[in-house]
Structures are given as C-alpha cells and as structure tokens.
C-alpha cells in the first residue's frame, strides 16, 4: 500500500470513528479521534502490528476500542488526552506568534499601504493628506498609540518630519512601488526608534505604554491566578487517584 493510499485509510477510519461517536451522541473532533487512533495503535497491549497493512478485522477492532475510549466520560487518561490535544491545537511559540501576528497586522494594512503607493498627489491639499496618511500608516504599523490621539500623532509627525519632510514626497512619489514600500518600512523603524528614544528619555512617548510597569502589575496576579489553578488540578488529581 502506498503512503498516499495509507493517508487515505486513516482518514476514513478516524471519520468513520467522528460518525459513530457523534451517532451515540458525542460530538468529538478529527483531531482528537486522530489522537486516539495512534495511542490505541502503538500501545503493545492491542496487538495491532504496524508493520503491516490492517485487516478488516483489524480495522472494525480499531474503530470498536476507539469509540469505547472516546465514550467513556469517566476516564481520567481521555480528560489529560482531550487537555493535551487542546494545548497542542492551541499553543503556539513565540515566533509562531509574531509572524502570525505580523501577517494579520500587514493584511488590515494593505488597504492603507496601496493607497500611499498607488498615490498621484499634485495639489497641495493632496500632498498634505498623503503626508498625514504615512503618518498615520507608520503610527499603526508600530503600534505604539492611536493614529485617533491628537498627541500622538503630532508627536509622530514630527519626528517624521526629523528625517522625511513634506519636501520629500515629490521624489517619494516617483520612486516605484517596491522602492516605496521599502522607504516607508525604513521610516516605520526610524520613527519608532525616535518615539522609544524620547520615551526614555522623558521628553516623549506619547501613547507608549509602560510595560515594565504594567508587567509589574501583571506578574503578581498571573503567578497568584497560576497557584489557585494548580491548586484545583490538584484536587481533582488527588479524586482520581
């Protein structure tokens, strides 16, 4: 049998596992079934040979033992299995994070993005407004304060002002797009690093949260939410066993 005709296999029995549940009246997930399968599988004590294709015997036992183990709603073991598939769908590290972050941040901007690019301002009036929208487009990318927050945007402005003046859109303007989306991600960084500078230093940073001090605040009362968590997982580990 090959891989792809083996994947196929699998996937018709843990459906077929969701559909027996979901007959008896429990609703389960693929994810979950997916999980079950493998455990019951790999564990020596079932006797099924993963060296060799399933037989139809093989494949009505699986799907019996499955449904049995997904049924029981008294088995501590299916509670930790259903937690851990909960966590591994759910958790994400850091970078998984941020670039998921960064993507979604990028699409809501797009708009905005190909709006400053695909700009033909001439008008004074029009340049003024072209100039305000990267303001407000760098305000956002950075996400340090409101592009709505008076103060914040005057306080970006100027900044921007240190290192791109109003004068400067007319090369801006005929530069092409890619060259263009490169500048403007050049200023994001130059103007945020300004805002931060001016924050440590105390002449700025409007709209800037302090984190240390937020994190101050937090740390506590997450370690204190974390114990009386702990506290109840224990209670309950200590009925099971």
Partial sequence: MSKAQAESVIKNIIREIAQECATQGQAVSETLVA????????????????????????????IQKCVETLLDNESPSLDT?????????????????????????DNRLNLVLREITDSRARTK?????????????????????????????????????????????????????????????????????IRLFNKDCGKGGEGIDDLPSLLGEAIPETLNNIDQSLGLVRQAAYKYT
């Fill in 35 to 62: 999980f079950i399968v493998k455990a019951i599988v790999l564990n020596p004590e079932n006797d099924f040979n993963v060296d060799r294709a399933l037989t139809r015997d093989d494949v009505e036992r699986l």
């Fill in 81 to 105: 299995i259903k937690m851990q598939v909960y966590f591994d769908m759910n958790y994400t590290n850091r970078e998984e994070f941020l670039i998921e972050h960064k993507r979604v941040l």
């Fill in 125 to 193: 009036d029009e340049l003024e407004a072209l100039y305000r929208k990267i303001v407000s487009f760098i305000i956002l990318k950075s996400g340090l304060g409101s592009p709505t927050d008076i103060n914040v945007v005057r306080e970006a402005t100027a900044a921007l002002q240190s290192i791109f003046p109003q004068t400067e859109l007319g090369p801006f303007l005929a530069m092409i797009k890619k060259d263009k989306e490169r500048q403007l991600q050049e200023l994001i960084l130059i103007v945020t690093g």
